[in-house]
Every structure is written in C-alpha cells, then in structure tokens.
C-alpha cells in the first residue's frame, strides 16, 4: 500500500492492525462475556432460577410456618432442589453453543490455541453465575420473610451460621454452572451434555432413593444402623454433585445416614472434582484432536 | 408452472413479500433475482406450503401445493442444502424421502448417478462438503421426476464443473417441457441458463422479463448484472463498504 | 430421464410410515438410545437384586420391572428425539415439502415411535427378567406367569415405557428444541413428582396424580397400589388410573403438536 504522502503520520499503519498483540487472554474474556451476555436465553435462564429459588422457598417457609418449632432459617435451602437446573443448563449451553452452532471455527481461528477459550468461558460463566447466584439466594431470604413476619420472628442473617449457609448456598449455584459448563465442554452436544448433567445431579439420587425404597421392607425393625442398600445408595446420593453441595450448605448436620461424614469443606471439594475432572478432559479433547 | 398472484407474507410488522405477481412458464428456466433479504427465499418457502401466504396466492399448474396428491411427482424442491440429518447416509437421506411416495430404490440409484454421488452415497452426510450437499439437495429434487423445479441457489458451494452441469441439467430439463424456478446470485450464470429473469426487492416485483429485454431497457447496461443493479439500487437493505472506504471517499479507487 | 413408474403415484399413510421407519433406522443413535435402555433397565434390577432378602415378602416381578426407574429415561430420550429431529438438524423441510399435509408424518412418528420402544419394553424386561434369575432363586421370589397379577405388572411395564416414549415425541413435536423438550420431559416425568412428595397434602397428592409419571403405577404390584391408595389424600387411581393418566398426556401433547405443525408456518 503506498499512500500518497504520509503526511499526518510519520509511520503509516500496517493494514488491519488497530492495537497489535492479537488475542490477549482478557481479550478472550472479553469476547466470550459478549457471548454468554448476547444470548436471550441467559438471561431468561438467569431469571428461572432467582424466581425458582424464591418461589420454593417462600411456598416450603409457608407450608412450614404453622409448625409448632418452626425455624425460617431452615427453610432457606428448600430451594435448592431446582434452582441449580437453570445455572447449570446455562453452563452446558456455554460449553457446547460454540460446536452446538458451529461458531467454533470462528472462535478457534482467531484463537487457535484454543484452550484460552476454555479458560476464558470458565471465568466468565463464573462470573455470571456468581452474580445470579447471589441474587437467587437474596431470593430465597426474600422468600422466608413473609413465613416469619407471619410468626412474628425477627430474621438474624448473622448469627448462628446461617453466613455461612448463604455462602455455602451461593458457591453451590455457582458450582453447579461450572458443573454445566464442564460437561457441555466434554460433550459438545447439548441435549446429550444436558441429558448427561440432569441425570448426574437430579434424576440418579431420585432413581437411587425410590429404589433403595422399594428393596427395603419399611417394616424391618431397625437393628444396627441403616440398612446396607440404603448406606450404599446414601453413599453415592453423597458423593454425586448435588449431594455434595447440599452439604455446603448445611455446615451443622453430620451427614445423611449410612454415608460418610465429609463436612461443607469436603462437599465442596466433591463438587469441585466433579467440575475439574470433565473440565479437564475436556481440555485434554480440545488440544490434543482436531476441531471439525 | 408457477403462479404467484398478489403475494403478500408478513412476519409481524414487517412485510417480507409485499404484493408479488408473477408467473413461471413451462419450458422455460425462470431466474429468481433480488438482494439478501428481498424475499426470495420466503416466496419460494410459501409456494411449497411451508409458510402460508398472509394474502394472495400461490399455486403450482393451477393448484396450491398443499393440495397436491403426489407433490414430489409434481414439484422437485431445493429449498436449503442443508436440511439433512448429519448421521444419515446420502442414499437413506434419499430413501426416506422416495418411500413417501413409493418411489423405487432403482430410482434412488438413478438420481444418485445423476448427481455424481456414487462413490459417497454410503457415506453419513455430516462429511459432506458444501457442493456435496449441494448435489444431494439436487438429487432429492430430482426423485419424482416432476414437472416443475424449484431451487434456491443451486450452484452455491459447485465446483465449476458441476456449474457448468446445473446449467446444462436446467436447459435439458425446460427443453424436455418442464418448469424450472431457480435463484441465484451468480448473474453471469443466470444471463447463460435463465430465459427469463423475475427481479425483486425489499418484497416488491421490480421486473418480470425475458434476459435481453432487461438488458436493452436498463439505460447503457452491457449485461445482465449491470441492469441488475441498477434496477436495485434502491433495495439493497445490506450493503458492504470496501475496506478503505473508512479511509478514503468510495470514489476514490486508487488505492494501489 | 426416465420416469420410474410407481405403481400409484402420491402420498399415502403406510408410505409415509416407511420413510419414517426409514429414517428412525438410518441414524446409529436409535440403536445406542435403544441398547442404553435395556442396559440400564437390566442393570439397576441387578443391581437392586443384590440387596434382596428371603424374609422380604418381595414379589418377583416386582424385582424385574424395578428397572423401570431408568428405562423411563431411555424411552422419553427415544420419543424427544423422533420430535425434534427434523427440526434440530432442518430436514422438516424436505420431509414437509413431500408431505404437505403434515399430520400424517406426526401420526407416523408417533406409530413409529411406540413400536421402537415396545421393542424396547420387551427386551429390558427380557433382560431383566434373565439377570435376576439366580437372585430370584436365592431369595425365593418366584414369577408364576399362570398368574394374572404378574403378568399384569409385566404387561404394564411395557405398556408404561411406550406410553413415555409417545409423550416424549409429544414434548419433543411441540416444543421442536431437543434440550428444552429433554429438559422438560424430565421435570415433568420425574422431578415434579418427587418435589411434591415432600410436602403431601390433598392439593400435591391430587397434582402428583395427574403428572405423567404417575404412570409408573402401571408397573407397581397390587400391594404396593394398596398401600399408595391408602395413603394419599388426592385420588384414589388403581391400577389402571395411572396409565390413563398417562396416556392422556400423550394424546394431549400429540394434539397439541399437531394443532402447532397444522396452524402455524415452518421456517
């Protein structure tokens, strides 16, 4: 290109080079938030789950309320049974949309390091989800408040380990989109990778609980601890993701019968092996074999 | 043969196809012309019976296509290269759509052959290049060995030897007395295969003649792209800038 | 050309059947979706095999059917993706523009559907029925196939796995998404069920009842219909109640995904 005279500029610009250095790891952040940020279905994912966590919560407060003992702080977590659904379908929708719509080609020839990109949607779904999280559970103290206005008890958020209980609560949503975005990474279909997640959390200890039911004979009289079948399913209702962050949120319960006794702590690094884990294969998948 | 009359189609407030009149003839290749976003692909949507006219009509020999007892006998339709199952093989992909009709796996063969598909007919249709699919949609269209054919840019994505075939396929087909309805972009090649050119912009028929005549009416137009373009100068609703045009006015062109 | 004479050229219902039939048979993931059932259905009465005790009062057939738990899943999988197929990878437009009427191809789908998961049904119950065996024998639950109650459950395992399958294609036509369909076909199979549970009462009970997945009664022994009924404080639905509930979801969503496909454009 020879411009005429360079007049206003003593060097002129190579063509296309607007600020040079290409793609710098916040660029790629910056890039997938403008992803993740322009899709409807975000934020209608977003909007299911703060309103789930606060519709449970508050129907559960109430159902409670006339209960002789009733406690509003223990009806917070009543919401977390489905309100993880909506972050972690937002997290496998993250993982697969790139190979789901086939933008992937568009996204790895400007970044054709790729894993970049991986890190990059695990920062930003975090993020994300972070921020919906906390709102989902400033839901779900919405939600008991008329329960307890109702019995005239004062709310102390503050006291007690109920702080917490809201963290705990707040890391296990945000886990939960990690999960999704990790098994959406692996998997790269979505209605397989949500298959494969809605089974792992909700379905399997649901299945798992109703069988151990139907292979216990209620009338046995209670011997020695649980019976086997149940400590088995316990154990594995355990250490599946949602049993491991619900004990994240329930810092001073020793545990469900029969299963081991791992604490919030444990339970959050449960939760956490079950997003490093997928998370890594997928990165191992993304380097090592082609993108088509 | 085709006839659109006074069609109209609108998506909520906006009016994809605004008041269309035109006719394709048997024996002849009408070429379907227009920018991105003119209609197009919606009028041909609607004249196979997957949307529904918001007023007007759309027949085929006289009938609406949903009326049709036998449409793959009546009408081959190339809607979207695309609209094939990734884990099907070409020759079930092909299969599938025969048997709606009866149509005989001999004639599956014979289609595939016809398209060049042969070596790859076992093959799933996810391995497919753009101008595979491209014949593969050719071949669908071809099964009922209809009367009247509708593509929607069918040398998009061909190598220039299957350009070169579509043409001639085109010209064999409305020679043997059938209805050929056909976008495409590619003037040059319309100006060699189409007798007669419908142009449309922004829903709106902006001509209806035969490839001569619009070249002779528009002024000092030497083909068929010229006139094009100067009939819609006024439609185009999405128009690049060339990448200097930031820098310099876009009359400039002495950028090199 | 050469026009390759068909006996009676157009259209018909048993035509359109075969090219579905075709289509269902040409994509590998009906074969995995299928095997992935029996497998699952086989495993989980396996697995629950092992914790039976003699003095249960278990009934044999109850142990066989018990995968059932699972093999929902793998049948609401098979029906979701029949419904959204054309959809999820744009072949609707080559299927609707062969058949323009669009309805027969729903109804195919449907047909199509169900014969695939009574196929389905029967090989999990076959599967599950021979890896219990020894189980069976060590515990002492007995299947006596003279008796009407047993193979009523028997029966009804097959008839409850096809019903899900056909509401799966339903969620799956009407909401032409696979993830969303999945999604929902799962809340409403399973999860709803299992939310409500937790708090009983006469309007959760009388809810619980009517979601699909009270269906699952079908594969339940006449004990265990008696102690449900016993304790519910919504209706009362026997054993046949269940499946009626269920098949008229199916029949529901197939009417209301046709009512879409009929009135509304495909683009």
Same mark, same amino acid.
């Given at each position: 290109?020879?411009?005429?005279?360079?007049?206003?500029?003593?060097?002129?610009?190579?063509?296309?080079?607007?600020?040079?250095?290409?793609?710098?790891?916040?660029?790629?952040?910056?890039?997938?938030?403008?992803?993740?940020?322009?899709?409807?279905?975000?934020?209608?994912?977003?909007?299911?789950?703060?309103?789930?966590?606060?519709?449970?919560?508050?129907?559960?407060?109430?159902?409670?309320?006339?209960?002789?003992?009733?406690?509003?702080?223990?009806?917070?977590?009543?919401?977390?049974?489905?309100?993880?659904?909506?972050?972690?379908?937002?997290?496998?929708?993250?993982?697969?949309?790139?190979?789901?719509?086939?933008?992937?080609?568009?996204?790895?020839?400007?970044?054709?390091?790729?894993?970049?990109?991986?890190?990059?949607?695990?920062?930003?779904?975090?993020?994300?989800?972070?921020?919906?999280?906390?709102? &989902?559970?400033?839901?779900?103290?919405?939600?008991?408040?008329?329960?307890?206005?109702?019995?005239?008890?004062?709310?102390?958020?503050?006291?007690? #380990?109920?702080?917490?209980?809201?963290?705990?609560?707040?890391?296990?949503? &945000? #886990?939960?989109?990690?999960?999704?975005?990790?098994?959406?990474?692996?998997?790269?279909?979505?209605?397989?990778?949500?298959?494969?997640?809605?089974?792992?959390?909700?379905?399997?200890?649901?299945?798992?609980?109703?069988?151990?039911?139907?292979?216990?004979?209620?009338?046995?009289?209670?011997?020695?601890?649980?019976?086997?079948?149940?400590?088995?399913?316990?154990?594995?209702?355990?250490?599946?993701?949602?049993?491991?962050?619900?004990?994240?949120?329930?810092?001073?319960?020793?545990?469900?019968?029969?299963?081991?006794?791992? #604490?919030?702590?444990?339970?959050?690094?449960? *939760?956490?092996?079950?997003? *490093?884990?997928?998370?890594?294969?997928?990165?191992?998948?993304?380097?090592?074999?082609?993108?088509? | !043969?085709?006839?659109?009359?006074?069609?109209?189609?609108?998506?909520?407030?906006?009016?994809?196809?605004?008041?269309?009149?035109?006719?394709?003839?048997?024996?002849?290749?009408?070429?379907?012309?227009?920018?991105?976003?003119?209609?197009?692909?919606?009028?041909?949507?609607?004249?196979?019976?997957?949307?529904?006219?918001?007023?007007?009509?759309?027949?085929?020999?006289?009938?609406?296509?949903?009326?049709?007892?036998?449409?793959?006998?009546?009408?081959?339709?190339?809607?979207?290269?695309?609209?094939?199952?990734?884990?099907?093989?070409?020759?079930?992909?092909?299969?599938?759509?025969?048997?709606?009709?009866? @149509?005989?796996?001999?004639?599956?063969?014979?289609?595939?052959? !016809?398209?060049?598909?042969?070596?790859?007919?076992?093959?799933?249709?996810?391995?497919?290049?753009?101008?595979?699919?491209?014949?593969?949609?050719?071949?669908?269209?071809?099964?009922?060995?209809?009367?009247?054919?509708?593509?929607?840019?069918?040398?998009?994505?061909?190598?220039?030897?299957?350009?070169?075939?579509?043409?001639?396929?085109?010209?064999?087909?409305?020679?043997?007395?059938?209805?050929?309805?056909?976008?495409?972009?590619?003037?040059?090649?319309?100006?060699?295969?189409?007798?007669?050119?419908?142009?449309?912009?922004?829903?709106?028929?902006?001509?209806?003649?035969?490839?001569?005549? @619009? @070249?002779?009416?528009?002024?000092?137009?030497?083909?068929?792209?010229?006139?094009?373009?100067?009939?819609?100068?006024?439609?185009?609703?999405?128009?690049?800038?060339?990448?200097?045009?930031?820098?310099?006015?876009?009359?400039?062109?002495?950028?090199? | 050309?050469?026009?390759?004479?068909?006996?009676?050229?157009?259209?018909?219902?048993?035509?359109?059947?075969?090219?579905?039939?075709?289509?269902?048979?040409?994509?590998?993931?009906?074969?995995?979706?299928?095997?992935?059932?029996?497998?699952?259905?086989?495993?989980?009465?396996? $697995? /629950? %095999?092992?914790?039976?005790?003699?003095?249960?009062?278990?009934?044999?057939?109850?142990?066989?059917?018990?995968?059932?738990?699972?093999?929902?899943?793998?049948?609401?999988?098979?029906?979701?993706?029949?419904?959204?197929?054309?959809?999820?990878?744009?072949?609707?437009?080559?299927?609707?523009?062969?058949?323009?009427?669009?309805?027969?191809?729903?109804?195919?789908?449907?047909?199509?559907?169900?014969?695939? =998961?009574?196929?389905?049904?029967?090989?999990?119950?076959?599967?599950?029925?021979?890896?219990?065996?020894?189980?069976?024998?060590?515990?002492?639950?007995?299947?006596?196939?003279?008796?009407?109650?047993?193979?009523?459950?028997?029966?009804?395992?097959?008839?409850?796995?096809?019903?899900?399958?056909?509401?799966?294609?339903?969620? %799956? =036509?009407?909401?032409?998404?696979?993830?969303?369909?999945?999604?929902?076909?799962?809340?409403?199979?399973?999860?709803?069920?299992?939310?409500?549970? +937790?708090?009983?009462?006469?309007?959760?009970?009388? +809810?619980?009842?009517?979601?699909?997945?009270?269906?699952?009664?079908?594969?339940?022994?006449? $004990?265990?219909?008696? =102690?449900?009924?016993?304790?519910?404080?919504?209706?009362?639905?026997?054993?046949?109640?269940?499946?009626?509930?269920?098949?008229?979801?199916?029949?529901?969503?197939?009417? =209301?995904?046709?009512?879409? /496909?009929?009135?509304?454009?495909?683009?």
């Amino acid at each position: 290109m020879s411009a005429p005279a360079a007049s206003s500029a003593t060097q002129v610009p190579a063509r296309g080079r607007t600020a040079g250095r290409g793609a710098t790891f916040a660029r790629v952040v910056a890039s997938e938030w403008t992803k993740l940020t322009s899709l409807r279905s975000s934020f209608l994912l977003a909007a299911a789950t703060v309103a789930v966590s606060w519709a449970l919560t508050y129907v559960s407060a109430n159902a409670s309320s006339v209960d002789p003992g009733f406690d509003p702080l223990s009806s917070l977590t009543s919401g977390l049974v489905l309100s993880p659904l909506g972050l972690m379908i937002l997290g496998v929708l993250v993982g697969t949309g790139e190979f789901s719509t086939g933008t992937f080609r568009s996204t790895f020839t400007a970044v054709p390091r790729r894993l970049p990109v991986l890190a990059a949607q695990v920062v930003v779904t975090a993020a994300f989800a972070l921020v919906v999280a906390l709102l &989902a559970v400033g839901a779900a103290v919405l939600g008991i408040v008329p329960a307890a206005g109702s019995r005239e008890i004062n709310l102390d958020l503050t006291g007690d #380990g109920t702080p917490l209980v809201l963290a705990g609560m707040t890391l296990y949503l &945000a #886990g939960m989109a990690l999960f999704g975005l990790a098994v959406g990474a692996l998997l790269r279909h979505s209605a397989r990778a949500v298959v494969t997640a809605v089974t792992v959390t909700l379905v399997l200890p649901i299945v798992l609980m109703l069988a151990s039911d139907l292979s216990t004979d209620p009338m046995a009289p209670a011997e020695s601890g649980p019976p086997p079948a149940e400590a088995v399913v316990n154990t594995i209702v355990t250490l599946l993701p949602s049993g491991a962050g619900s004990l994240m949120t329930t810092p001073d319960i020793s545990g469900i019968e029969g299963a081991p006794d791992l #604490g919030p702590w444990g339970g959050g690094a449960v *939760l956490g092996a079950w997003i *490093l884990v997928p998370l890594a294969g997928a990165a191992v998948r993304l380097r090592a074999r082609d993108v088509t | !043969m085709i006839e659109v009359e006074s069609l109209t189609k609108r998506y909520g407030t906006v009016r994809a196809v605004d008041e269309l009149s035109f006719t394709a003839h048997s024996g002849a290749v009408t070429g379907f012309l227009g920018p991105n976003g003119a209609g197009k692909s919606t009028t041909m949507r609607v004249v196979v019976g997957l949307e529904r006219p918001t007023s007007g009509t759309a027949t085929v020999d006289g009938r609406r296509y949903a009326d049709l007892a036998a449409p793959l006998h009546a009408v081959g339709v190339m809607l979207d290269a695309r609209s094939v199952h990734p884990g099907r093989t070409a020759f079930r992909h092909l299969l599938a759509q025969a048997r709606t009709h009866g @149509i005989s796996r001999k004639r599956v063969d014979e289609v595939i052959g !016809m398209t060049g598909l042969e070596s790859v007919a076992g093959r799933r249709a996810g391995t497919f290049s753009l101008g595979m699919g491209q014949r593969l949609g050719i071949a669908g269209a071809l099964l009922g060995d209809p009367g009247t054919l509708i593509l929607d840019e069918p040398v998009n994505g061909l190598d220039p030897d299957g350009v070169l075939w579509v043409r001639r396929l085109v010209r064999e087909l409305a020679d043997e007395g059938r209805t050929v309805l056909l976008s495409s972009h590619l003037m040059h090649e319309l100006a060699l295969c189409a007798d007669r050119v419908v142009i449309i912009g922004k829903g709106r028929l902006l001509a209806d003649a035969p490839v001569q005549e @619009i @070249i002779d009416r528009s002024t000092g137009a030497a083909s068929l792209e010229d006139a094009y373009l100067q009939l819609t100068a006024d439609s185009v609703q999405y128009r690049g800038r060339s990448a200097d045009d930031s820098a310099t006015t876009p009359t400039a062109g002495s950028t090199r | 050309m050469t026009v390759a004479a068909p006996t009676r050229p157009g259209v018909t219902f048993s035509r359109v059947l075969a090219a579905e039939w075709t289509k269902l048979l040409s994509v590998r993931s009906t074969l995995w979706t299928v095997v992935g059932t029996i497998l699952a259905a086989a495993s989980l009465a396996f $697995a /629950l %095999g092992m914790f039976v005790r003699p003095d249960s009062g278990q009934s044999g057939s109850s142990l066989i059917v018990s995968g059932y738990l699972l093999a929902q899943l793998g049948t609401l999988v098979l029906g979701v993706m029949v419904g959204t197929g054309e959809y999820s990878v744009g072949t609707f437009r080559v299927t609707f523009t062969a058949v323009p009427r669009r309805l027969p191809v729903l109804l195919a789908q449907a047909l199509i559907t169900a014969v695939v =998961a009574l196929a389905t049904a029967v090989g999990a119950l076959l599967a599950s029925f021979l890896v219990t065996v020894g189980q069976r024998g060590a515990g002492g639950l007995t299947v006596d196939l003279t008796d009407g109650a047993t193979v009523r459950v028997l029966v009804d395992y097959v008839c409850f796995l096809v019903g899900v399958a056909v509401v799966g294609l339903g969620i %799956g =036509a009407l909401l032409r998404r696979p993830t969303a369909a999945l999604v929902t076909g799962v809340l409403v199979l399973v999860v709803f069920d299992h939310l409500l549970a +937790v708090n009983p009462g006469r309007v959760t009970d009388t +809810v619980r009842a009517l979601l699909p997945g009270s269906g699952a009664r079908l594969t339940m022994d006449d $004990a265990t219909l008696t =102690a449900l009924d016993a304790t519910t404080l919504g209706p009362q639905l026997g054993p046949w109640g269940g499946g009626v509930v269920l098949g008229l979801w199916a029949v529901g969503l197939l009417i =209301a995904a046709g009512y879409r /496909l009929r009135r509304h454009d495909l683009a």
